[in-house]
């Protein structure tokens, strides 16, 4: 799991923090005034700093310039403003790529990356990481104990275009990757099953990372070279992450994370930091972007193990990036913004601060639009840091735990969607996001958790796709069911062993006797254990009258099977059935399950609740007990407005 600490970046007048991704670099020496000048008006008391400044801080190899950075850390300390302080190794200078194009990562068809974007660095290149650490180590030495500074921000979004570089870099440190993993080739030949397509080695030294292969390659392979991969960006965090504590003790270290649906291939589960943060953009193209972000936000929190975070990046309209780029409507800003904030963001910041007049981003938006500050979006902008400011007191309160428990896992993320499967169309993440929205739509809350250490706390845990299950997990899960709780799992689930060795298998795709269309999936289920109970029957086709929905008593608790996608609306269908007994219910009134979502932070002595409108119409609220603190949209305490979310506070 996630190793944090319970370090947080310290607000002198404990606040949360409000800003954005700061690029002086881009502009004249003029608009720095006018830029901190803004700032204030619209309450901005954190940047992000020197993100991708690499080149022009070491000029060339080991000459710098840090004047125009010291003046602009001090032009932002002298006006109250703090400064989370990048590495700036995200992006390598052109001086260093051209006397070492060896650090350029390759695809997995031999093909080198180069230059001219971002992120153009091997993870594993023994020489990027030596330049990387000198950068490092300046900064720090320089900057690590100037009064502005309340954070590090290590690199930027981890392996968002380097996550996989097939380089011989990256085969050696592969191979020590899988000796330190199993011990001996022995060993590594069972787990991967090399009796297959005679793939026997008798030396780590013949192995190499899954390149462009003939036909299938090795899905053993494939699923450690997921695990490799994201390990070598976390051991280049930890890196980073070390020179700073050695060189500048007692700042607080983060890397922005990307949880959401596009970004599988970091476990960041498994990374340490001292705090988390993540960068999350809205697909707004899909149909079900609002309740993503919730559940990011969400997956976010379940990440830091409930502790406050930080929201590195979003946008405050339109991104450039995405095939049909479109603006947020009104309210849609607040709503965003504040909606990760009741997951437990005490930092919300976007890309970027002022938006760029050249460059591959000029047309994504910011809190200063090309037209400048007398516009719509900067005064949505100010009206937001005036809502943070009201919600102060909520920093270093946690998420309150939730009824239900849905359990991601990369692991299962990525072993369940390799190739050579039952069905190319699996997709772990839409199917752990089916739940959570049915959930909502029910008006009953859930917590995404990364870790099943302590699964007592939850009345239900649902774990969908569950494809791989160890051991320990195992044992785990039946602990829990003894002990009184309720698993709901799905079909694809308790397939294969760590190793990728399957236990069973089955596909085909029916109806069921309540009029669910089940799609894409149908285990055939044989009912053997005498307090089996049969939930939901197949209704056509060959599997017509076989049970699908199972749920069988064991010790104190009870373990239910869905044996097949059901998509929201059927699990909407279903879950009042299969939560029958279980007391995880809704805790809203009646009228608010659905168009509501409900979402609690404590600090022990007092309770906030967000309720965050998922719809395009307002809702009368009437009766909602505890003082408004914030409401977007339409100010009244009986209305909450279109895309408007409304702050509620209560004494325990």
């Given at each position: 799991m996630t190793q944090i600490t319970s370090s947080f970046p310290h607000s002198s007048r404990g606040e949360l923090f409000y800003g954005a991704d700061y690029n002086p670099e881009q502009w004249s020496r003029e608009t720095w005034d006018e830029d901190v000048k803004l700032m204030k008006q619209a309450g901005v008391n954190v940047v992000s700093l020197a993100i991708f400044s690499w080149a022009i801080i070491e000029v060339a190899d080991d000459k710098w310039d840090f004047a125009w950075l010291d003046e602009v850390i001090n032009l932002l300390h002298k006006n109250g403003i703090a400064v989370d302080l990048a590495t700036a190794t995200a992006s390598p200078p052109p001086w260093l790529t051209k006397a070492h194009p060896e650090v350029l990562p390759v695809t997995k068809n031999g093909e080198t990356l180069y230059p001219g974007g971002r992120q153009h660095w091997r993870p594993t290149s023994p020489i990027f990481r030596r330049y990387a650490l000198r950068l490092v180590e300046q900064l720090a030495k320089r900057y690590g104990s100037h009064p502005a500074v309340i954070a590090w921000h290590v690199n930027n979004e981890l392996g968002c275009h380097n996550n996989y570089d097939f380089s011989d870099d990256a085969a050696e440190a592969f191979r020590t990757w899988l000796k330190e993993r199993y011990g001996t080739i022995d060993k590594l030949n069972f787990a991967w099953g090399t009796a297959f397509w005679s793939q026997h080695y008798v030396d780590f030294a013949d192995i190499l990372p899954p390149r462009q292969a003939a036909t299938f390659p090795n899905p053993t392979q494939q699923l450690d070279w997921a695990r490799f991969s994201s390990d070598a960006l976390g051991a280049h965090l930890d890196a980073e992450l070390e020179a700073l504590h050695k060189h500048s003790p007692g700042v607080p270290v983060t890397t922005n994370y990307m949880l959401g649906r596009g970004t599988r291939g970091m476990d960041v589960s498994s990374w340490k930091v001292d705090f988390v943060s993540n960068d999350h953009y809205r697909v707004q193209t899909e149909p079900d972007e609002r309740d993503e972000l919730s559940f990011s936000a969400n997956l976010t929190s379940g990440v830091a193990h409930g502790a406050p975070w930080w929201l590195m990046e979003h946008s405050t309209s339109a991104v450039n990036w995405q095939g049909i780029n479109i603006p947020k409507r009104s309210g849609e800003m607040a709503r965003d913004s504040l909606t990760h904030v009741a997951h437990g963001a005490d930092a919300v910041c976007y890309f970027q601060w002022r938006q760029s007049k050249a460059g591959a981003e000029k047309y994504h938006s910011a809190m200063v639009p090309h037209v400048g500050p007398d516009s719509q979006l900067f005064r949505d902008v100010v009206k937001l840091g005036e809502n943070m400011k009201a919600l102060a007191e909520i920093r270093g309160s946690h998420r309150v735990t939730a009824p239900i428990a849905i359990l991601f896992d990369w692991d299962c993320w990525w072993a369940s969607e390799l190739d050579s499967h039952p069905s190319s169309r699996v997709n772990y993440y839409r199917e752990a996001l089916d739940w959570f929205v049915a959930l909502l739509d029910l008006?009953?809350?859930?917590?995404?958790?990364t870790s099943p250490t302590d699964l007592s706390k939850y009345k239900v845990v649902i774990a969908p796709i569950l494809y791989l299950v160890d051991d320990p997990l195992q044992q785990r899960i039946h602990e829990y069911?003894?002990?009184?709780?309720?698993?709901?799992t799905t079909y694809f689930s308790g397939i294969v062993d760590v190793n990728d060795h399957a236990k069973l298998g089955g596909t085909l795709g029916r109806s069921l006797?309540?009029?669910?269309?089940?799609?894409?999936?149908?285990?055939?289920?044989?009912?053997?254990g005498k307090s089996v109970e049969v939930i939901r029957k197949y209704d056509s086709g060959d599997v017509k009258g076989r049970p699908a929905v199972t749920r069988n008593s064991a010790g104190k608790g009870t373990a239910a099977y869905v044996s097949t996608r059901l998509g929201v609306q059927g699990l909407k269908k279903l879950l009042p059935d299969l939560l029958k007994g279980t007391k995880a219910q809704s805790t809203l009134p009646p009228s608010l399950r659905g168009?509501?979502?409900?979402?609690?932070r404590s600090d022990g002595h007092t309770e906030w609740e967000f309720l965050i409108n998922r719809t395009d119409d307002p809702i009368d609220l009437k009766d909602m007990e505890g003082d408004l603190l914030v409401s977007t949209g339409v100010e009244r305490k009986a209305r909450l407005a279109e895309r408007g979310i409304a702050v509620f506070r209560r004494k325990l």
């Open positions: 008006g009953i809350r859930a917590d995404a958790v069911v003894h002990d009184g709780g309720h698993f709901i006797d309540d009029g669910t269309e089940a799609t894409m999936w149908t285990d055939p289920i044989d009912i053997i168009p509501v979502e409900q979402v609690i």
